[in-house]
C-alpha cells in the first residue's frame, strides 16, 4: 500500500513545528508513506521549519509559485477570532490540492491524505483510516469557530454547513434546529463511522476517486467558501458516498490560543517523538 500524504502549507512556525512532530508520530508499519507539502508560506521561518519538517519524514518540497496573489487572512484577536475567505483564496488553495490530486495520480499512489498544517493526529490515524476500506473518509476534529462559540465537527450533512437531518419539505425552528444540530453532535461524539455530506481537513482519498473526474476545482453556479464544499459536491455527484471515522479524533490547532493544550493532546496518544 502506498500513500502520499500531503497538503499546502501556509502556517506560523510554532503551530508548523507541532504539526511536523504530530506526523513523525504516525504509525506506517506496512505502509510506505511518501510526504509531500506545497510551500505557499509568506514567512521565511515557516518555510524553514516546513524544510525541516520534510528533511525529517525524507519528504518533498514543492513551491506554490505564481498563482493567483494570496487573499487568506486570519485574525485572532480577543474575544472573536476567525479566518477569512472568498473566492479568490478558495480558488488557490483548490488549485494547489488539484496539483496535489495530479501528483499522487501521475505516481500511481495506492490513495492520498490530506492532512492540513494545522492539526495534530493520533498515531494509529492512518492505519485506521486505512482498514476501514472507504472511498473518501475523514477523522474528526472539533473547532470553536469563535473564542466564546462551542466546539463543532469539521463535517456537515448538506449545503455549506447544515448539520441536522432534513427530510422532504419539513421546515423547522430555531429551537428545533438546535435540539437537531445537538444530536448530531452526540452521534459524532460516539466512537464509529458515520456517512456525511461534507468534510476536510484529514481526509483519506482511495485511488478510485484519484481516478476519477474528482476535484477541488470552485463549481461556477454555487457561492460556498472553501474548496473542500466543492470537492465534496464534486465527489456526490461522481458517485461517492462521504464518511467521517470518530475514533481517534485530532487536535485543530485554529488559533494561538489552542497551541497549549498540544502538550496535553500528545501525552494523551502516547507520542513517541517530541
Known amino acids: 500500500m502506498r500513500i502520499l500524504a500531503a497538503s499546502p502549507v501556509r502556517q506560523k512556525p510554532e503551530i508548523l513545528s ?89 505516481r500511481d499512489f495506492d490513495g ?65 434546529i438546535r435540539e437537531r444540530t445537538q444530536k448530531f453532535y452526540d452521534m459524532l461524539r460516539k466512537p464509529g463511522v458515520y456517512k456525511v455530506g461534507g468534510l476536510g481537513g484529514c481526509t483519506l482519498l482511495s485511488k478510485k476517486v484519484l481516478h476519477s473526474k474528482v476535484s477541488f476545482t470552485p463549481i461556477y453556479n454555487l457561492s460556498f467558501n472553501g474548496e473542500d464544499r466543492h470537492f465534496c459536491v464534486r465527489a456526490a455527484v461522481n458517485g461517492f458516498e462521504l464518511y467521517v471515522d470518530t475514533t481517534y479524533p485530532a487536535y485543530h490547532i485554529y488559533r494561538d490560543s489552542d497551541l497549549p493544550g498540544c502538550k496535553e493532546f500528545k501525552k494523551m496518544c502516547a507520542y513517541a517523538q517530541t
Open 18 to 106: 507541532e504539526y511536523g512532530i504530530s506526523l513523525l508520530n504516525l504509525k506506517t508499519h506496512g505502509i510506505q508513506v511518501s510526504f509531500l507539502f506545497i510551500d505557499d508560506n509568506i514567512s521565511l521561518d515557516s518555510s524553514l521549519v516546513l524544510q525541516n519538517i520534510a528533511r525529517a519524514l525524507k519528504g518533498t518540497v514543492l513551491k506554490a509559485g505564481s498563482l493567483l496573489a494570496p487573499e487568506y487572512m486570519k485574525e485572532d484577536n480577543k474575544p472573536y477570532s476567525r479566518h477569512k475567505w472568498n473566492r479568490i483564496s478558495t480558488f488557490r488553495v483548490g488549485e494547489l490540492r488539484n496539483r496535489i490530486l495530479e501528483y499522487a495520480r501521475d
Open 112 to 176: 492520498l491524505f490530506f492532512v492540513d498544517s494545522d492539526l495534530l493526529l493520533h498515531p494509529d490515524t492512518l492505519k485506521h483510516l486505512i482498514e476501514l476500506d472507504k472511498d473518501i473518509i475523514s477523522e474528526i476534529y472539533w473547532t470553536r469557530w469563535s473564542h466564546a462559540g462551542p466546539l463543532c465537527p469539521q463535517v456537515w450533512l448538506y449545503d455549506n454547513y447544515t448539520q441536522y437531518e432534513m427530510k422532504g419539505e419539513e421546515l423547522f425552528n430555531a429551537g428545533q
